[in-house]
């Protein structure tokens, strides 16, 4: 192990001892299954895909679609088996859903690739309702990038209904002429910047697509990041919205929506109300992470009269701990972000020194809290997701921050350093790495044992 795990004193004991009792209840240790199975089959294949119509660019898909969803209830076990029709090895991980280890759907890690013309079978009861992502662990730049990807939701039955629930898997796209995707990945370039950004922003697959709503209806938007590497910063025009849930958990009281990074593997779930004088009118969904804003869609609002606005309380945590002491506990390991010349791309980027998922970073004990520290001496951006785990951040540059919800994936700016407090649950074998993904495909990338 690169790094000794801190002997602590027994007043540090006291506090954690503290850290660990408040963590109780916040989410379910297991899933309550209600032994429906939903079986589904997708196929992993290319496809023709209208990004910038009249144009088709050849991309590829799970059953012919950019950005396909599941949706499942709350204690439902889906059971899907995965068809590899692609010239190369695939997997499914499920992004941001605790799940048993060996489903995660890591090469290497948690189980063998799918190679060419082979099948799998992922069988899971998700332990938590919300917006999840399903997309290839295996050759991700490229995979991710050519479209393969959807959204897993997780209803929860006893939650209010919105008048619509919108799923939007936010991406970006580099093309060429004739709307062809750039087949160069992982370049010199992609390394030595925030990964590859693209010149195309889409909504589902769709440029700007416009999507009918009326006056009077509330929303409910549950949005991805799936680019490569481009940070979006979301906001509706003329429209306050409130973020309820972040990286698919619930948030601990509504937070309003603004300067909120989406990296990539972050996920938000909007609220939001057409004004009901608003017949006729148009809402842009922006994204004013750059220099320039990009239009991800727009809310058209039929002309019709306004329906009746749907009242009730938004969800929230149900307990959310009070880990403000959390800032007294030892930090318990520091990752170390940085780059270096060489390897098989020219640049390395490593976590620790180290590079690839061969590295066990840390082992941790299940049920215990941990602080963590993110540290990257290097001037790019990282968001760092950790696989089958929540975590809080609890400091930025030593100093405390309480953000009021859970995440699994956190960008940490050039230079800067993040704390995060962690309390485990399900053991095994878990992914740690830059989401960034041709920062993760050169080196950035580790794992994590729980015991
Ligand atoms: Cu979204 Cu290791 O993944
Ligand atoms: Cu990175």
């Not at 006893?158 to 750039?182: C, F, M, N, T």
């Not at 009281?253 to 990074?261: C, M, T, V």
Request: some cysteine; charged content about 20%; glycine content about 8%.
């Amino acid at each position: 192990l690169p790094h000794a795990e801190e002997t602590l004193s027994v007043d540090n004991e006291a506090v954690i001892e503290q850290l660990q009792q408040e963590f109780h209840g916040s989410y379910p240790e297991t899933a309550s299954p209600s032994n429906k199975v939903q079986s589904q089959e997708l196929v992993a294949a290319e496809a023709e895909w209208g990004i910038l119509p009249p144009y088709q660019t050849t991309v590829w898909t799970y059953n012919g679609k950019i950005a396909p969803i599941i949706r499942i209830k709350l204690g439902e076990t889906l059971k899907l088996t995965l068809h590899n029709k692609l010239p190369q090895a695939t997997s499914i991980h499920w992004h941001g859903v605790r799940l048993p280890n060996a489903m995660d759907g890591v090469p290497g890690v948690t189980q063998p690739a799918i190679e060419p013309g082979a099948s799998f079978t992922y069988e899971f009861t998700p332990k938590d309702a919300g917006t999840f992502w399903f997309h290839p662990h295996a050759n991700s730049p490229e995979q991710i990038e050519r479209g393969l990807q959807g959204l897993l939701i997780v209803e929860n039955p006893d939650e209010p209904k919105y008048s619509q629930d919108l799923a939007w898997i936010v991406d970006d796209w580099l093309l060429e002429k004739g709307a062809r995707i750039h087949d160069r990945f992982v370049t010199g370039h992609d390394l030595m910047h925030d990964g590859r950004w693209g010149n195309v922003v889409t909504v589902n697959g769709q440029y700007r697509p416009s999507i009918p709503v009326k006056p009077g209806e509330r929303i409910r938007i549950r949005m991805v990041n799936s680019a490569n590497g481009r940070v979006f910063a979301p906001a509706v025009e003329g429209i306050e919205a409130q973020i309820i849930a972040v990286d698919g958990l619930p948030t601990q009281s509504p937070i309003r929506l603004q300067n909120f990074y989406l990296a990539p593997g972050n996920r938000i779930d909007l609220d939001l109300t057409i004004p009901k004088n608003a017949a006729g009118k148009t809402f842009a969904v922006l994204d004013s992470f750059g220099q320039k804003t990009n239009t991800l869609a727009v809310l058209q609002v039929k002309n019709t009269t306004a329906v009746t606005t749907p009242t009730f309380k938004p969800i929230q945590a149900k307990h959310f701990p009070d880990w403000r002491s959390a800032i007294d506990a030892p930090v318990t390991h520091e990752f170390m972000l940085n780059a270096m010349r060489g390897g098989e791309h020219g640049i390395t980027w490593t976590i620790d020194g180290h590079s690839g998922h061969d590295i066990i970073a840390q082992k941790l004990q299940a049920q215990r809290f941990y602080r963590l520290r993110f540290t990257n001496l290097s001037y790019r951006l990282h968001p760092m997701h950790l696989h089958g785990q929540f975590f809080q951040v609890i400091a930025v540059d030593g100093r405390p921050v309480r953000e009021g919800f859970w995440r699994d994936t956190v960008l940490i700016g050039p230079k800067q350093s993040i704390d995060i407090g962690l309390v485990p649950i399900d053991k095994g074998l878990w992914a740690l790495h830059c989401h960034i993904l041709e920062h993760a495909e050169a080196g950035m990338m580790t794992t994590i044992r729980i015991q």
